[in-house]
């Protein structure tokens, strides 16, 4: 599979860039199977992109199934939470259909809520995985919540994971599993600023797999674009 690397030199343009590469690979998906299942990460980087993402009007959005990739185990009025970033930018202009908005139910126990978004990525992912995923990348390697060392569960036959970190915020977390993202067709990483492009790069030279790295369960089966900000 191909890496492809945008670099953008201006911050000031890179969520507009994001939007236009994460648009670009949208549209192909449904270009060829009239559907795109998406999955989106959280954190701080990706916010103004899906903003400007959700204006693109060229994406027939009752066309788009999107999911979390992973969650903080918090309110959905949280903050903090994911789901609320999507709704409050992506969704805000996207008009998905509530059917098609596939998050975890963060109201329910640790347990209770894997369970339950483990049958619903099943569902979703099994019969041929996700199209565009959105990924991010931690200064310690981790995408999604998968956290280095990365717990052999995680390629195991669950879709979805109860995770932790002491590390970054919100301990408690629900991920998407390498087993569910294992036909993923499309991977655009956004990555901002020197320690990314550092791990990045410590990455690309590290003869370690999947459990330090487990971008690299992307890199070896998915085409995989990065949108960098360096
Ligand atoms: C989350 C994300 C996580 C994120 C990285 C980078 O829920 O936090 O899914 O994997 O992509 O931690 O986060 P930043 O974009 O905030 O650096």
């Given at each position: 599979m191909s890496v492809a690397v945008h670099t953008i030199s201006d911050a000031d343009t890179f969520a507009a860039a994001a939007a236009a590469h994460i648009a670009d690979v949208i549209h192909k998906a449904i270009g060829g199977r009239d559907s795109c299942i998406l999955g989106l990460s959280?954190?701080?980087?990706?916010?103004?992109?899906?903003?400007?993402?959700?204006r693109r009007t060229e994406i027939d959005w009752?066309?788009?199934?999107?999911?979390?990739?992973?969650?903080?185990?918090?309110?959905?009025?949280?903050?903090?939470?994911?789901?609320?970033?999507?709704?409050?930018?992506?969704?805000?202009?996207?008009?998905?259909?509530?059917?098609?908005?596939?998050?975890?139910?963060?109201?329910?126990?640790?347990?209770?809520?894997?369970?339950e978004y483990d049958a619903k990525l099943r569902q979703l992912l099994g019969a041929s995985g996700p199209d565009v995923l959105v990924v991010g990348m931690g200064e310690d390697g981790h995408i999604a919540s998968l956290f280095p060392p990365v717990s052999a569960e995680a390629t195991g036959k669950q879709f979805a994971l109860h995770t932790t970190t002491d590390h970054f915020e919100v301990h408690d977390r629900i991920t998407a599993t390498f087993s569910?993202?294992?036909?993923?067709?499309?991977?655009?990483?956004?990555?901002?600023?020197?320690?990314?492009?550092?791990?990045?790069?410590?990455?690309?030279?590290?003869?370690?797999?999947?459990e330090r790295w487990p971008a690299k369960f992307l890199l070896e089966r998915a085409n995989v674009s990065v949108i960098a900000q360096w």
């Open positions: 959280g954190g701080s980087t990706p916010r103004d992109a899906y903003t400007l993402l959700g009752s066309k788009v199934t999107v999911f979390l990739i992973d969650e903080r185990l918090v309110s959905s009025s949280d903050a903090r939470s994911n789901a609320k970033l999507v709704h409050e930018t992506l969704l805000a202009s996207a008009n998905i259909p509530a059917s098609q908005i596939v998050f975890p139910d963060t109201s329910l126990s640790a347990d209770t809520c894997t369970e569910a993202l294992s036909e993923t067709k499309e991977a655009v990483f956004l990555l901002k600023g020197d320690s990314k492009k550092q791990t990045w790069e410590a990455m690309l030279v590290s003869d370690e797999g999947i």
